[in-house]
């Protein structure tokens, strides 16, 4: 299933043992909106690609450019960002500060 809007995004109905998917959603959502609002010609997708899996797929101008995931470490949420997606040069970030992730996403277009 995939969503275009994270404004309309709410967060998976999975069962209990997927942990608290809450905090990883509510990551990945407010990233996006972040990334939208500071990347023209951006677009984000949530892909709930398999039960207690879930990603946001970036593209610009219709072409993917990096996908985005956000995990519970403990007690600390880490963001991962692959990008530029499916090139030679695609290298795999993780930051804790969207502010971070958005330099990346800059830096790589």
């Avoid at 994270?6 to 809450?22: G, L």
């Avoid at 023209?40 to 207690?52: A, I, N, P, Q, S």
């Amino acid at each position: 299933m995939v969503h275009s809007d994270p404004n309309t995004w709410t967060a998976p109905n999975w069962h209990k043992d997927w942990k608290d998917i809450t905090s990883e959603f509510d990551a990945m959502k407010v990233f996006s909106i972040a990334i939208l609002k500071s990347i023209d010609k951006t677009t984000v997708e949530l892909d709930l690609f398999e039960e207690g899996y879930m990603k946001v797929d970036v593209s610009r101008a219709g072409e993917k450019y990096a996908e985005l995931y956000a995990n519970t470490r403990e007690t600390e949420l880490e963001y991962v960002l692959y990008v530029p997606f499916g090139k030679v040069e695609e290298g795999e970030y993780h930051f804790r500060d969207i502010s971070k992730g958005i330099e990346i996403l800059h830096r790589c277009l």
